[in-house]
Antibody
């Protein structure tokens, strides 16, 4: 059974940093791209970014709203994906989900999701 | 960036109704379109990928259609478990933008 478990959320002051972790199990983690999606309270889903598998260079892509402040990385030996969030703003307050990205004939989709971890940015 | 617009934003319907949600992309995305269902307090769940391919285990009352820039999600006969929020997402190019969502409520 695939499991994705996020951790690291909490209350943080504006301008500070926080690192989220996503521990994966039940699938061959190193073969899959991993994404982060967030949802502000009462709002819709916002794609944050993703990291490709090492087979595709382990490169990253980010939403404009977080580019330059957030960094996604991965540790394939531990099956963990990370979201390093710097220079946090109040508008970054959200539940953050990690999700694995699947490819079916070139069509990508997020099939497995974690339970989410809440990040609150407030003084 | 590709913009995704869903309509309606909210919808009231009854058990047994047929409902359709529309998602429009700001440019052609071929069939690179996913649909997700989200219930309050829960993570989203994939319903459909590649515009019309049903994820394994998703009831056949759900169907997806369209290509290019206009897509639909249809629920043929609403069941109590279907009252939730629905999101489309383009998967052609980064950033993989979501639509703003459609909240389906019980009439």
């Amino acid at each position: 059974e695939v499991q994705l478990v996020e951790s690291g959320g909490g209350l943080v002051q504006p301008g500070r940093s926080l690192r989220l972790s996503c521990r994966a199990s039940g699938f061959n983690f190193r073969d899959y791209a991993m994404s982060w999606v967030r949802q502000a309270p009462g709002k819709g889903l916002e794609w944050v970014g993703f990291i490709r598998s090492q087979a595709y260079g382990g490169t990253t892509e980010y939403a404009a709203s977080v580019k330059g402040r957030f960094t996604i990385s991965r540790d394939d030996s531990e099956s963990i994906a990370y979201l390093q969030m710097n220079s946090l703003k109040s508008e970054d307050t959200a539940v953050y989900y990690c999700t694995s990205e699947y490819d079916s004939g070139g069509y990508y989709y997020n099939d497995d999701w974690g339970q989410g971890t809440l990040v609150t940015v407030s003084s | 960036d590709i913009q995704m617009t869903q309509s309606p934003s909210s919808l009231s319907a009854s058990v047994g109704d047929r409902v359709t949600i529309t998602c429009r992309a700001s440019q052609s995305i071929s069939r690179f379109l996913n649909w997700y269902q989200q219930k309050p307090g829960k993570a989203p769940e994939l319903l459909i990928y590649a515009a019309s391919t049903l994820r394994s285990g998703v009831p056949s009352r759900f169907s997806g259609g369209g290509s290019g820039a206009v897509f639909t999600l249809t629920i043929s006969s609403l069941q109590p478990d279907d009252f939730a929020s629905y999101y489309c997402q383009e998967s052609l190019t980064s950033p993989y933008t979501f639509g703003q969502g459609t909240k389906l409520e019980i009439k």
